[in-house]
């Protein structure tokens, strides 16, 4: 009798069918903000999410992380649920995005100790840990009792990304992380996001305008238009189908030019989220 096979591994993330209605107007009619939009992530990947501002990007990250109910579809993390094993999903993410919000009169360290006691970590494990993820992205320790009020944007922006990389998230949703920082401080989260991969296992999804941390960071990429992927492969697949069935110049930005007819600086008119949706 052949011995059976090994189970299929659970993929980290899987999004089947997942669409999201806004109503907007003042007949509040309902329009798609993301349309059967279908994923599979395998653990450690680091798969990129490539639209204009408006094609629903963040409306999509804000499903995968439970802040907004699905109207069809489903998505599961690691095999649960996110509506019915919505605790056992929480644990096992953590999100970052442009808006980050903080304690503005405290300090990052007194934010990250204060997001360490809401997941249940020790404090006394949670500051070396915090000091050290806060001193690999380049913010030095004599900025940590400063309050964040008087951090520049970027700076804000890697004490956001250190809060959650504190909990040591299995899947890691990053809407935009590197906005607002300096190239030098952007090369230090990249490779700070390479080296959660590496160490920590981590699968992570990264919405980005930046078409070189794309290419750089992402094992593949979905390119969004109006609420649909148009197109899913390596970022050498999409070069290598863009120039063979396009006759296009093979990089990036043309493969993102033809199948979504803008570039990544447009707005999509008639916003559908209702909010600065990107």
């Known amino acids: 009798m052949a011995p059976a096979s090994a189970p299929a591994p659970v993929p980290a993330l899987l999004i089947e069918g997942v669409t999201k ?77 442009v808006d980050a919000a903080f304690f503005k009169k405290l300090s990052p360290m007194e934010n990250l100790l204060f997001a360490a006691r809401l997941y249940g970590l020790d404090a006394g494990k949670a500051k070396p840990q915090a000091i050290a993820i806060l001193e690999r992205l380049g913010v030095s320790q004599k900025r940590l009792d400063r309050p964040v009020e008087q951090m520049s944007r970027g700076m804000q922006q890697k004490v ?45 999804v990264l919405t980005t305008h930046d078409l070189a941390e794309a290419e750089r960071l992402c094992s593949r990429i979905s390119i969004l238009n109006d609420g649909r992927v148009v197109a899913e492969d390596s970022p050498d697949g999409l070069k290598r189908l863009v120039a063979e069935r396009y006759g296009q110049t093979p990089t990036l930005e043309a493969a993102f030019m033809t199948w979504t007819g803008r570039s990544l600086d447009d707005d999509v008119e008639d916003d559908q989220s209702g909010d600065d949706e990107t």
């Open 160 to 204: 956001a990304i250190a809060r959650a990389l504190l909990t040591s998230p299995s899947l890691l949703l990053l809407d935009e992380p590197t906005t607002g920082l300096d190239p030098r401080s952007k090369l230090d989260v990249q490779t700070f996001i390479e080296d959660v991969r590496d160490t920590h296992d981590a699968t992570i």
């Open 21 to 97: 209605r806004f109503t907007v107007g003042r007949k509040r009619k309902p329009v798609a903000a993301i349309t059967d939009v279908s994923l599979r992530l395998e653990r450690g990947d680091i798969h990129g999410i490539l639209g204009a501002n408006g094609s629903g990007k963040s409306t999509l990250i804000r499903l995968i992380s439970g802040l907004l109910t699905l109207d069809e579809g489903r998505v599961e993390v690691f095999g649960h649920d996110i509506e019915r094993d919505e605790m056992a999903v929480k644990r096992l993410i953590n999100r970052v995005s």
